[in-house]
């Protein structure tokens, strides 16, 4: 059955839907001999696809795979850095850093720490990943100072950034010191380092930023034993089966999606 090439490129493990996009547009990814254009058709069963001239088979079509990374500091949210920072791929074992089509599903920039998904599902990463989709994800936000009421209700209603007004947020304290103030915030939507930009334009700026769930996937589940930093885990089946339901909620076919840094 003919499918978009990107589509069958993010569901055979080769890259994201927007990796597959931009490879598409380099130049990359040929059809039949054929440099491929974005929005060309294949049939995988009987046509030529290959990148960087090796053909795509269907044999090797790599088990899925689901990882929760517990993102220590530093360390980039890509497969690759052109300015040779460690990524989220030296953390992973060498069976599973190459020829799995393993990539993160969305960001959080070098400074943030905490869960970040790992998959090469490129359909699921796709849908989870869309700005029309709204999985909440928890944070805990250390800031400078100590803002009052009045400046945690303004950051739960929405303020507005590049002329576009965030939506409602959970923010509640639960610590203070001397000089900062921890808050737990929960997001349904991630534009460009959002968090941190809000801080800022509210007075208090981020001192830290660690992200502690993705919906119901949490570095440290009830009862159970945390996720030490640097390390990852396979998703238990419930939390797939939560993945499952969330990317239900978004259509087959949309258009084109930009992974947001926190």
């Given at each position: ?109 070098a ?13 699921l ?73 809000t ?16 919906g119901?996937i ?45």
């Amino acid at each position: 059955m003919e499918e978009r090439l990107q589509k069958i490129l993010s569901q055979w493990g080769v890259a994201s839907r927007r990796q597959a996009e931009a490879m598409i547009l380099a130049g990359r990814v040929q059809c039949n001999g054929v440099v491929a254009e974005l929005g060309q058709k294949a049939d995988p069963e009987t046509d030529a696809i290959a990148v960087d001239g090796k053909p795509i088979q269907l044999l090797h079509r790599p088990n899925s795979v689901y990882l929760l990374l517990n993102k220590p500091i530093g360390v980039v949210s890509t497969r690759f850095d052109p300015q040779g920072r460690p990524t989220i791929m030296h953390l992973l074992p060498p069976e599973l850093r190459e020829g799995q089509g393993i990539h993160p599903v969305g960001r959080l920039d070098a400074d943030s720490t905490g869960a970040l998904l790992l998959t090469n599902d490129g359909e699921l990463t796709f849908k989870l990943t869309h700005p029309r989709h709204s999985v909440p994800k928890t944070y805990h936000v250390g800031v400078q100072g100590h803002p009052p009421e009045a400046v945690l209700k303004q950051w739960r209603q929405g303020v507005v950034l590049e002329g576009r007004k965030t939506r409602p947020a959970q923010v509640r304290v639960i610590l203070r010191d001397a000089t900062q103030t921890c808050l737990e915030v929960i997001l349904k939507e991630g534009r460009n380092r959002q968090i941190r930009r809000t801080a800022e334009l509210l007075g208090y700026p981020v001192t830290y930023l660690h992200r502690t769930a993705i919906g119901s996937i949490q570095l440290q589940p009830p009862g159970g034993v945390p996720l030490a930093q640097g390390h990852y885990r396979y998703l238990k089946d419930c939390e797939l089966r939560f993945l499952q339901d969330q990317i239900k909620l978004i259509p087959t076919e949309l258009g084109g999606v930009k992974e947001w840094n926190k």
